[in-house]
DNA sequence: ATGGTTTTTACTGCGTC
DNA sequence: GACGCGGTAAAAACCAT
């Protein structure tokens, strides 16, 4: 029912829309009158039926973001969660008129199905507090994995290592979301596509001591080992943000390469020499990107890219030596 | 909690366009 | 004069103990 009072809204602001100015509402064509078709989305011309204007609707963010701090306040992810369900509105819904998208009645046959179909949903959907906590925590790991550009596998993986940490009662005391995302966190990093706290706790909606805190705890109790990231599986995405070549990227690689072979990396962040050895790489390939662009997307302070690559320039003098 | 290490913040000086 | 870069000192964050 709120399916046709929003209908209506929506048609009377678009009328009264047209009226307003009218200048805009002629065809290019044929100088006939356009009409806005809002079930389609379109505009079109009523003489000649050209269609002047078509998906009228952005798909893109709402928000421009320029800098770190600013995408952690703005981004958000997802569609708008009500409390007021149990699993937070974020299930499957299937709607009681028997109606399809288009609005036409269903055949009788397809009715059936329907019911039958809503009968199943409602008995998945409140099976016990298990399924249902699995489910919603599968379904942000979902969401989150999206989110971030985390291929299939990873989400295959978070799933796994979620599923396990419910089996052995790590859950009490601990948020689902929480370790939803520190699964996620996790399977990342073994998937070697890791992402940093960071980015992370911008899509979570969990703080990002808490993911850090889960996390640790997660890893401890499931014996996952995980070793530390490699700062070379940060290198292409970095690379790819900036624009930089496949040739930037190699030299960066090679360099992070000699550094781990010389032991300099010992207690760094891999971020961070991720993000030196793009920009060292850069300015050896002459492709110059500023220190402080490539401290934007690697969300890393330039001093530390300063600190990093001198270490890395230095390791790369001692291997030319040999 | 503590101490050692790393990273960040803030500031300053230098050279270039 | 704004910008990119380098360096430094002090604060903050992190980690193992």
């Not at 893109?60 to 007021?84: I, L």
């Not at 992370?200 to 705890?217: G, H, L, M, P």
């Not at 599986?233 to 070549?245: C, E, H, I, T, W």
């Amino acid at each position: 029912m709120t399916d046709t009072t929003i209908r209506r809204f929506t048609d009377e602001t678009e009328h009264t829309e047209e009226t307003e100015d009218e200048s805009e509402h002629v065809c290019p064509e044929c100088g006939g009158d356009l009409v806005a078709d809002s079930e389609r989305g379109e505009t079109v011309c009523e003489e000649c039926g050209l269609v002047v204007e078509e998906d009228e609707i952005d798909p893109g963010p709402e928000w421009r973001a320029f800098d770190a701090s600013e995408k952690d306040e703005k981004s958000r992810v997802g569609a708008p969660t009500t409390n007021m369900m149990h699993d937070k509105g974020l299930s499957t819904n299937i709607g009681w008129q028997d109606k399809d998208a288009y609005g036409n009645s269903l055949s009788s046959r397809q009715r059936e199905k329907m019911q039958r179909l809503r009968t199943w949903n409602e008995r998945f959907r409140t099976r016990d507090s298990k399924e249902r906590n699995l489910k919603q925590a599968l379904g942000e790991i979902d969401r989150m994995a999206s989110a971030l550009g985390l291929p299939e596998n990873v989400r295959e993986t978070a799933s796994v290592i979620y599923r396990r940490a419910l089996d052995e009662d790590l859950l009490p005391g601990r948020s689902i979301e929480g370790v939803a995302t520190s699964s996620l966190y996790a399977a990342a990093r073994q998937a070697g596509t890791p992402r940093s706290l960071d980015e992370i706790s911008a899509v979570s909606r969990v703080e990002k001591d808490e993911i850090a805190r889960t996390y640790r705890y997660v890893v401890r109790e499931l014996g996952l080992e995980i070793q530390p990231a490699d700062p070379e599986s940060y290198v292409p995405r970095f690379a790819s943000d900036l624009d930089l070549s496949d040739e930037v990227e190699r030299r960066a690689r090679q360099l992070l390469q000699n550094a781990k072979q010389q032991g300099v990396h010992s207690g760094k962040s891999p971020v961070g020499l991720a993000a030196a050895g793009v920009y060292a790489a850069s300015l050896l390939t002459n492709e110059k990107v500023t220190q402080s662009e490539v401290s934007e997307v690697a969300n890393i302070s330039e001093v530390t890219i300063r600190n990093r690559y001198h270490e890395l320039l230095e390791a790369e003098e001692e291997v030319q030596q040999l």
